[in-house]
Nanobody, 118 residues
């Protein structure tokens, strides 16, 4: 079993920055991918970024160039640095983990709210 705990959400003005963190614990495989999904009100959950345990990253076009995903493997923690935030970035941000070589997350955090005011 794996537990994911997010922190760092909040309210920020447009153009500002925020960092969210996710600490993972439990049975984590040596190869894994940690993901940040987000779900805005009335919209489907979407993948914002992910990073493998080897450091390979992916970004959705909507966040590319503004968000940076990183991880500390020793702490099993993943970070999402969000810069130049826009009101459309307002969403609940969820941390998720793909253990091993799967395609979809098997574990999810509880989510943290990020609100960007205009």
């Amino acid at each position: 079993q794996v537990q994911l705990v997010e922190s760092g959400g909040g309210l920020v003005q447009a153009g500002g920055s925020l960092r969210v963190s996710c600490a993972a614990s439990g049975s984590i495989f040596g190869f894994n991918t940690m993901c940040w999904y987000r779900q805005a009100p009335g919209k489907q959950r979407e993948l914002a970024a992910h990073i493998t345990s080897g450091g390979v990253t992916y970004y959705a076009d909507s966040v590319k160039g503004r968000f940076t995903i990183s991880r500390d493997n020793a702490k099993n923690t993943v970070y999402l640095q969000m810069n130049s935030l826009k009101p459309e970035d307002t969403a609940v941000y969820y941390c998720a983990l793909i253990n091993g070589w799967g395609r979809n997350p098997g574990y999810w955090g509880q989510g943290t709210q990020v609100t960007v005011s205009s």
